[in-house]
């Protein structure tokens, strides 16, 4: 079962910085998991939540907030304060990380709470001047945002997220279309979710930081779990990366 650390080695090192996606780079690990937000001057910025209050020194929607205002805030002290002087990174920065590495990018676009106009086709952009298409998974629980994505660049692959348990799960991605299922991990083991696994669709499951449970997952043909304890999983379930 491959790994992806989840928000970058968020687990050890404070989520969704440059010092989480360093440790997750020297890691032997399949990839990476990092979330996407656009700022008041759309730039694109890698954070989890549509604030910024819970990591980092500052408060208020990074939608209103210009690029240079959001650089001006510490995004590593509320994790411990050997990591002040952690900046929000940019999404050209987190992707600068991993040039150098063999390492898959699933980039979820967190544009499911507010639409983020032109998101896609930026992340798109970046993306290709940099040459990395068959390095990227594009995931969102937008799913008109990977249904875009794939009209725009079918060659990078894409993921649906979703929280629930499904009823004819493969109908669904097909649907879409979306090339994968990442999914909330009580869900993956549902029985009308068993489809998935006969289809060739692959499921990948967040976020899995109990060895028991990613046996589990191993067990019933879970492709891929996304981890904030990347390391220990890798010695756990020996990736083959
Ligand atoms: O992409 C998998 C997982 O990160 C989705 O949930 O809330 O951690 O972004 P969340
Ligand atoms: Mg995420």
Not at 108 to 135: A, C, H, W
């Amino acid at each position: 079962m491959k790994i992806f650390a989840h928000r970058g080695a968020s687990g050890a090192f404070p989520e969704n910085t440059i010092a989480a996606f360093k440790e997750a780079s020297y890691l032997p690990v399949y990839g990476v998991e990092f979330d996407v937000h656009m700022t008041a001057d759309d730039e694109l910025v890698v954070i989890h939540d549509e604030k910024i209050n819970r990591t980092s020194t500052g408060k208020g929607y990074v939608k209103d907030k210009t690029l240079t205002e959001l650089k001006s805030y510490d995004f590593g002290s509320w994790f411990s304060p050997d990591f002040t002087g952690e900046t929000i990174p940019t999404l050209q920065e987190v992707l600068e990380v991993f040039c150098g590495t063999d390492h898959i990018l699933n980039i979820e676009l967190k544009s499911d709470i507010f639409p983020y106009e032109g998101m896609v086709e930026k992340v798109i952009t970046n993306v290709t001047d940099m040459q990395m298409e068959s390095r990227v998974v594009l995931s969102s629980f937008d799913h008109g945002a990977i249904q875009l994505a794939k009209k725009l660049a079918p060659s990078i692959e894409t993921g649906a997220l979703f929280m629930e348990v499904l009823v004819n799960p493969v109908d669904y991605i097909r649907n879409i279309p979306a090339d994968a299922l990442h999914v909330l991990f009580p869900a993956a083991i549902r029985p009308s979710m068993r489809e998935l696994f006969e289809s060739g669709i692959p499921v990948r499951t967040f976020t899995v930081n109990d060895e028991n449970y990613a046996r589990m997952l191993q067990q019933a043909g879970v492709e891929a779990i996304f981890t904030d304890y990347p390391e220990k999983m890798h010695a756990l379930l020996k990736d083959h990366h």
